[in-house]
């Protein structure tokens, strides 16, 4: 199998929902055929890059989102392809986290009140503490006095809020809100992500920036470090 091919039935894989070799999918056309698993563990034997392989299993649930809201798929279909996606996360973590030792600030992070989904929130958090900060991850379904009692005690430096739903991206404001009330918003710099956020959204919440995944976060932190040292 080439590298192309294995990103590619990466994707497809997710997109099918199958773990692993024993699972049939979603309509048994890969049935027998490696899944996630096996192909996550043959895409770091090939050296591919752990970017590359995130990507692909991103751009496979994001496939996924889109047959949901074509009514193609229901919930059962997406917690599959979401399990088969942490299974990999799984097999990467420990590769991510080792990359870094040095503490380079606190980073909280946590899936706003009203929503459950945790992949994104939980990649972020595996490719922050690679990157060399100390994560706490917070959870899902967050509370926002949660939030603003964990600022309160522990003063991370950043805070990391995940929304996916539109129903649930104006919790957001609500916790930015609260961090002023409480005299807590120049503590902390806030950064917001999630399928059902944008850059406009964030500037409009006065959030400190918007990150379209996880790498992107990285580099938006090592800009905030930056300006502090110039
Ligand atoms: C998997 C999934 C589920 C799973 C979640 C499992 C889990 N453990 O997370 C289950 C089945 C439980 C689920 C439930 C629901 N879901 Co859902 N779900 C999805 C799906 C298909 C994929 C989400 C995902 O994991 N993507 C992959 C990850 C890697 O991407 P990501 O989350 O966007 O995260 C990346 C970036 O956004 C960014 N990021 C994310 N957060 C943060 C935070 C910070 C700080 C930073 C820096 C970056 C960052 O970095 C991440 C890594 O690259 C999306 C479709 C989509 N397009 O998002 C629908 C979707 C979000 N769900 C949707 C809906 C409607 C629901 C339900 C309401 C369905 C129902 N009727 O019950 C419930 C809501 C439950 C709740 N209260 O939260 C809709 C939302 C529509 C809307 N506009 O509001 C979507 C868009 C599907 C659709 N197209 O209709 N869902």
Known sequence: MTEDDIIARLKENVIQGRKTQQDEGIDEKLSGTPG???LTR?????????????????????????????????IPDMLASAEAVGEAMEILKPLLEAANVETKGKFAIATVHGDIHDIGKNIVAI?????????????????????IEF??????????????????MTEM??????????????????LIGGAAVSDEYAQGIG????CVDG???IKVLDSFQQAKTS
């Not at 404001?173 to 806030?190: H, N, P, T």
């Open 36 to 38: 996630v698993v096996e």
């Open 42 to 74: 043959l895409a770091l034997e090939k050296r591919i890059s752990l970017e590359e392989i995130i990507n692909a299993l991103t751009a496979g649930m994001r496939v996924v989102g889109e047959k949901y809201s074509s009514k193609e798929y229901f």
């Open 127 to 147: 490719l922050l503490r690679g990157a060399g900060y100390e994560v706490n991850d917070l959870g899902t379904d967050v509370p926002t006095e949660k939030i």
């Open 151 to 168: 600022i309160k005690k522990e003063s991370p430096d950043y805070l990391g809020l995940s929304a996916l739903l539109t129903t649930t």
């Open 173 to 190: 404001g609500v916790v930015i809100e609260a961090l002023k009330d409480s005299g807590l918003r120049d503590r902390v710099k806030v």
């Open 207 to 210: 959030a400190d920036a918007y």
């Open 215 to 217: 790498f992107q976060a």
